[in-house]
């Protein structure tokens, strides 16, 4: 078996994760995965780049940010990193608190994020300016991922942030609000993908190809209404978090056209180009960003797909 490690911000959509190494997917291509859980963005691209693991399944914006020289910390390697295949990215509801009815009302307000230079913070900010509020009139705190933000909320700290849809419904079961924004950003927004570094992938060409192959079919078990029973028993299991009411919704999504998985796990490309639109605007230090193309490897992809 050759090894792989994988750091993700875990979720519904690393499910696939999960069911290729207790299906057998992964096993079938020679491979043993093993996934650790982000803390935030700044470790798990950190320890991608610096060689502490093989594959970040992260937000396709963190590729762009560390490549530009925009990420959120320094690395002792060059970020020469690639996105080589989509993943599912959950979209994060807008949470706020009780006393909060809409998106104006966060005008002087502290909001969680996980990090300031992360394309999710340029979300919020673009759709924060779409009801008014300019980037003096709030303040971003950074930090770490969903959970660390909810935590930030009850405590008082901050008055809204984006979160999981789990961690959003127990938001709003305890009185917290919702602020719905329209056009939904997320309709077209490119999040997640697994990427690695360059010269990782270029030595590692077969594994590379296995760990496709057994993600792409478990995402097709995954999909298969034959096997729907199993799948909220599946999510409470590597989700302790989920309770048995969340296990079921996010279960029902899987087989709803909003899932979170698509079969193939492609890269919208108009997706990825909103991704780049926002980062050229709130990136900083400011630096031109290249076409979809710079970021991407998709030579591997397109070798399975072949096959």
Avoid at 15 to 26: A, D, M, Q, S, Y
Avoid at 177 to 193: K, M, N
Avoid at 206 to 226: K, N, S, Y
Avoid at 251 to 273: C, M, N, R, T, V
Wanted: aromatic share 8%.
């Amino acid at each position: 078996m050759t090894a792989l490690s994988v750091i993700a911000f875990v979720g519904p959509e690393t499910l696939p994760l999960h069911v290729g190494t207790e299906k057998g997917f992964f096993a079938k291509e020679g491979l043993s995965v093993s996934c650790e859980a982000a803390s935030g963005s700044v470790y798990q691209m950190t320890s991608l780049i610096d060689g502490g693991c093989d594959i970040a399944m992260t937000a396709i914006d963190n590729v762009v940010a560390y490549v530009e020289g925009q990420g959120g910390a320094e690395t002792t390697n060059t970020p020469d990193i690639v996105a080589f295949l989509g993943s599912a990215s959950e979209p994060r509801p807008l949470i706020a608190a009780a006393d909060i009815a809409e998106i104006g009302a966060l005008r002087g307000r502290r909001l969680a994020v996980d990090a300031l230079n992360t394309g999710f913070s340029f979300l919020l900010r673009q759709v924060l300016e779409d009801y008014g509020l300019g980037m003096d009139d709030y303040e971003l705190v950074p930090v770490g991922a969903p959970g660390a933000r909810w935590e930030a909320m009850k405590s008082g700290e901050c008055a809204a942030s984006l979160l999981s849809r789990a961690i959003a419904a127990r938001a709003i079961a305890e009185g917290y609000r919702e602020l719905r924004s329209e056009p939904d950003p997320w309709s077209r927004y490119q999040g997640g993908v697994y990427c690695a570094r360059r010269g990782w992938l270029r030595m590692n060409g077969d594994p590379v190809r296995g760990f496709i192959r057994g993600t792409l079919a478990a995402t097709d078990w995954i999909l298969d209404p034959a096997n729907a029973e199993e799948l909220p028993g599946l999510l409470m299991q590597h989700l302790p978090h989920m309770s048995e009411d969340t296990a079921q919704a996010a279960a029902a999504e899987f087989h709803s056209p909003a899932s979170l998985l698509k079969s193939g796990q492609p890269i919208d490309l108009y997706g990825f180009q909103a991704v780049l639109d926002l980062r050229a605007k709130y990136g900083t230090p400011a630096a031109p960003v290249g076409t979809p193309e710079k970021y991407l490897e998709l030579s591997y992809c397109r070798s399975v797909f072949d096959e």
